[in-house]
């Protein structure tokens, strides 16, 4: 199911990045599946009881990959859109801070004997599962703000991060 949500997943960042209504249109859909496909075997292998390092490293960088490309990808899909070279410095700093901000959780999480997670959500929900709504901007133009705003969050947390790190 991994390998599955790789593959969905580029392939939604590929469209994002090459554009245009139809593309977008099928980049959301593949998206929203490959989130699924996580989330789903996520819960197969708690339930089953079939945890592995391997297949942790392999859904957590899988998850580091895909989730990082999205933003590189829009600010590719802006650019080609005429926003500017604004969009391409956006999207590799929001790729790059995704990535680092990634390795630096499971660094922090790796640290912790009980494994508590470095970002914890509140009411069922986990920070991640905002990464759901990420079509719905994409549909509704709103990708530029979204963009905007995931460059400038994700570098705060990822110096957050840095800092608890560092501070052990």
Request: proline content about 2%; hydrophobic content about 50%.
């Amino acid at each position: 199911m991994t390998l599955l949500r790789l593959v969905t997943g580029v392939l939604a960042c590929l469209l994002l990045g090459i554009g245009g209504g139809r593309g977008e249109f099928w980049s959301g859909v593949l998206w929203l599946s490959s989130g699924f496909l996580d989330r789903a075997d996520g819960e197969l292998v708690r339930v089953g009881k079939m945890q592995s390092r391997g297949g942790h490293l392999f859904d957590y960088f899988t998850n580091v990959a895909v989730n990082s490309g999205f933003f590189l990808a829009a600010g590719i899909n802006l650019y080609k859109a005429g926003a500017g070279n604004w969009s391409i410095r956006a999207g590799v700093l929001a790729c790059a801070a995704m990535i680092a901000c990634s390795l630096l959780a499971e660094a922090c999480e790796s640290e912790v004997a009980t494994r508590k997670h470095a970002g914890r959500g509140g009411w069922g929900f986990q920070p991640d599962d905002a990464l759901y709504l990420l079509p719905l901007f994409v549909w509704v133009h709103w990708l530029a703000p979204i963009l905007a705003a995931a460059a400038v969050v994700t570098s705060v947390i990822t110096v957050i991060f840095l800092a608890k790190y560092l501070s052990r």
